[in-house]
């Protein structure tokens, strides 16, 4: 089975840093593109950002260009979000997900619980 | 603001049928036909119900279907089971490489 275990996430100050990871199984991680989409409290489903299955192109949403940067390691089958200069408007559960830009995201991660507060 | 606008919540009574509407623009969901729909049901990851507008994951039960009129996608729940009572979000390729979310609909089955 297609499996993504996320770990990462907590509480930081504005202006802060904070990586979070994903851990993929169950396929071949390298041939397929990976997404991070996520979830402010009580609110919708926002993308954040897509990396190419090699991992040479990367997409990033208005909010957060300049700022995230979506990395991976295809010989650990793991997938990164770089959160920089935080803001208190990015506290939100994030979820990786398999599936690049014109992709269904599936399967996606169990989440990760952001907050950005001083 | 989400770029995608669905309805805030529909309703249904068990066995109906009810749909749920996806409106953007000709630079996403009327330029390509890369339209997914995701079911969320409360404190869980979404879930893929359909992609390429029309196209079901396996496993996923053919109650559910996915459509598209012009700049407008459109999410058909047929046969409708208390399960099915969840938010539903519609999302859609754009022109500048980016993927747009809708803001969500509440389906609640009566």
């Known amino acids: 089975d297609v499996l993504l275990l996320q770990s990462g996430g907590g509480l930081v100050q504005p202006g802060g840093s904070l990586r979070l990871s994903c851990a993929a199984s169950g396929f071949t991680f390298s041939s397929h593109g990976m997404s991070w989409v996520r979830q402010a409290p009580g609110k919708g489903l926002e993308w954040v950002s897509s990396?190419?299955?090699?991992?040479?192109?990367?997409y990033y949403a208005d909010p957060v260009k300049g700022r995230f940067i979506v990395s991976r390691d295809n010989s650990d089958n793991t997938l990164f979000l770089q959160m920089n200069s935080l803001r208190t408007e990015d506290t939100a559960v994030y979820h990786c997900?398999?599936?690049?830009?014109?992709?269904?995201?599936?399967?996606w991660g169990q989440g990760a619980l952001v907050t950005v507060s001083s | 603001q989400s770029a995608l606008t669905q309805p805030a919540s529909v309703s249904g009574s068990p066995g109906q049928s009810i749909t749920i509407s996806c409106t953007g623009t000709g630079t996403d969901v009327g330029g390509y036909n890369y339209v997914s729909w995701y079911q969320q049901h409360p404190g869980k990851a979404p879930k893929l119900m359909i992609y390429?507008?029309?196209d079901r994951p396996s496993g996923i039960s053919d109650r559910f279907s996915g459509s598209k009129s012009g700049n407008t996608a459109s999410l058909t729940i047929s046969g409708l089971q208390a399960e099915d009572e969840a938010d539903y979000y519609c999302s859609s390729h754009t022109a500048r490489y980016t993927v747009a979310f809708g803001g969500g609909t509440k389906v609640t089955v009566l």
């Open positions: 990396i190419s299955g090699p991992g040479g192109s990367t």
């Open positions: 390429e507008v029309s």
């Open positions: 997900a398999k599936g690049h830009l014109r992709d269904g995201f599936d399967p």
